[in-house]
């Protein structure tokens, strides 16, 4: 068509409704403003807080909590390292785990899509136990395990809690990743073949960042409930966060004041890890097809 036929043609104009084309596309995403903070219920829930964090203060026990600081801290340190090695060994997993069943051959999808199901079937506190009580009792029968190098930390509690606990990220988080990588567009797949990419570029510079930018908010709740799956170590003696306040429960014969701080540390816990992920997912350029 030529230039002076197309001015000759009417354009043809898509006028949205009043109420969607007033729609601000930043105030989906803004931050509640002061004046939004002081509505109604909001003021009622803040007041609920303050009365609670009143209560608690004033009416609890809290003397014996400068006698375990210490501990308490220590177990928080155990809890957060058991969840950064088991989520970072997990995802590494994880990755394999959902390439096979999108892209691989019957014998690599076959027991990927097995692996996780049977893992996501059956109960992460049934694993664990089968773990350091079933497979961990055979060690010692074996003497060239017990005279290896290995044997010093087999004979621990952590390693089959972290072995337990990775599987079940690896299992859930594959799944997800399963999704991520089938929807991704071909259409940049079959692009970046155009420009002459291998197989390995085309995976690290194409197909791997953009299934992980479409899997990051779902891996944001598994974190979180990777994070709330840790307590589970300690039924075989690792000592974490939740076993030392178990023990405080023990010895002070206290009930309330215990897991009222254990729940308010797993609550800091949690908002500090979502609070990350919406850092990085908005730090993160958004591709679109």
């Known amino acids: 068509m030529s230039r002076e036929q197309r001015a000759a043609t009417p354009e043809t104009r898509i006028e949205l409704p009043p109420e969607e084309s007033t729609v601000d596309a930043t105030a989906l995403t803004a931050l509640p403003s002061g004046r939004a903070l002081l509505k109604p219920h909001r003021i009622a829930l ?27 801290v220590w177990g928080v340190g155990v809890t957060l390292a058991m969840l950064a090695s088991t989520s970072i ?5 994880a990755v394999p785990l959902g390439l096979a069943q999108v892209t691989g051959p019957w014998w690599l999808c076959v027991p990927a899509r097995g692996f996780c199901t049977v893992i996501r ?20 029968q074996f003497p060239e395990i017990r005279q290896s190098f290995l044997w010093p930390y087999l004979r621990e509690a952590w390693p089959y809690g972290v072995a337990a606990l990775t599987f079940s990220f690896a299992a859930y988080e594959g799944e997800v990743m399963r999704g991520a990588f089938a929807g991704v567009p071909r259409g940049e797949l079959e692009a970046a073949r155009a420009y002459g990419m291998s197989r390995w570029k085309l995976f690290w510079r ?13 891996l944001n709740g ?6 709330k799956a840790t307590p589970l170590v300690a039924t075989i003696t690792v000592i974490d966060v939740y076993a030392v ?18 729940a308010l540390i797993y609550l800091i816990l949690t908002a500090l890890l979502v ?11 958004t591709w679109s097809a």
């Open 206 to 218: 194409i197909w791997l960042p953009r299934a992980v930018h479409r899997a990051l908010p779902t």
């Open 275 to 285: 609070a990350g992920f919406r850092y990085f997912e908005k730090r993160l350029p």
């Open 46 to 72: 803040m007041a609920v807080g303050a009365g609670i964090v009143f209560c608690a203060a004033w009416f609890m026990r809290w003397d014996w909590l400068p006698n375990y600081a210490g501990a308490i």
């Open 121 to 140: 079937g059956t109960p992460l506190l049934l694993q664990l136990w089968l773990l350091y009580f079933g497979l961990g009792s055979l060690f010692p």
């Open 222 to 227: 598994e974190m979180v409930l990777q994070l």
């Open 89 to 93: 060994l997990g995802f590494f997993l």
């Open 245 to 262: 306040v178990s023990k405080v429960r023990q010895v002070t014969f206290l009930t309330y004041e215990p897991l009222l701080l254990l």
